[in-house]
């Protein structure tokens, strides 16, 4: 069984510009979930994905955006880069709604100069 | 907003010593779960709590979650260098979507 992978590993980007993290989610797994996580602090939830659709979000600007395929892997958008967005992105994949366990993959270190 | 706050936020103590750590919230969560992460990786899950005044042991770990179902706490007995790391806590509300604590750093000196 794969767990979840996260790509790329690291990124560097200048400030105004747009990224794309990607996340493979759990085998069997069908609802997930994005978390910025800065330095030293709890993961912030974004929001989630259930079955290609957004399923809850957190207190975000409408510049993060994401995307779930049919095959239940998910993509995060963030356009117009700020100083503020330097920080760890986390995805999550559960196998269905209701309080299930949630896996982490081990995330994208995103550096914003 | 949900907000789970832990303490203490930091922890340091010596290899063989006990500790607690603390995940309190005003709101009430269906499900509690504890996580540990290393630098530059995800959080791993530890254990998931669901009912009130539950108690799970894993090894040296105790977790116990709240009457209430709105705190949690997490014992070490013999920490170990190993034991070294953030200590999340995340409620889970219906929906699935999953609130993290401010996170404990806990160190071991040998």
């Known amino acids: 069984e794969t767990g979840v992978t996260q790509s790329p590993t690291h990124l560097i980007k200048t400030r105004g510009q747009q990224v794309t993290l990607r996340c493979s989610s759990q085998?069997?797994?069908?609802?997930v979930s994005w978390y910025q996580q800065a330095l030293g602090q709890g993961p912030q939830f974004i929001f989630q994905y259930y079955r290609e659709e957004e399923n809850g979000r957190g207190n975000f600007p409408p510049r993060f955006s994401g995307l779930q395929f049919p095959n239940y892997s998910s993509e995060l958008n963030v356009n117009a880069l700020e100083l503020d967005d330097s920080a760890l992105y986390l995805c999550a994949s559960s196998p269905r709604l209701a309080g299930e366990t949630q896996y982490f993959g081990p995330g994208t270190r995103l550096l914003v100069l | 907003t949900q907000l789970l706050e832990q303490s203490p936020q930091f922890l340091s103590i010596q290899e063989g010593e006990n500790l607690t750590v603390y995940c309190n919230s005003s709101s009430v969560f269906s499900s509690l779960q504890w996580y540990r992460q290393e630098p530059g990786e995800g959080p791993v899950l530890l254990v998931t709590?669901?009912?009130?005044?539950e108690v799970k042991k894993l090894k040296r770990l105790t977790f116990q979650f709240g009457d209430a179902r709105k705190d949690s706490s997490l014992h070490i007995t013999a920490a170990q260098p190993g034991d070294t790391g953030l200590y999340l806590c995340?409620?889970?509300?219906?929906?699935?979507?999953?609130?993290f604590g401010t996170g404990t750093s806990l160190t071991v000196i040998p």
């Open positions: 085998s069997g797994h069908n609802t």
């Open positions: 709590v669901v009912t009130g005044g």
């Open positions: 995340a409620g889970a509300e219906p929906g699935n979507q999953f609130y």
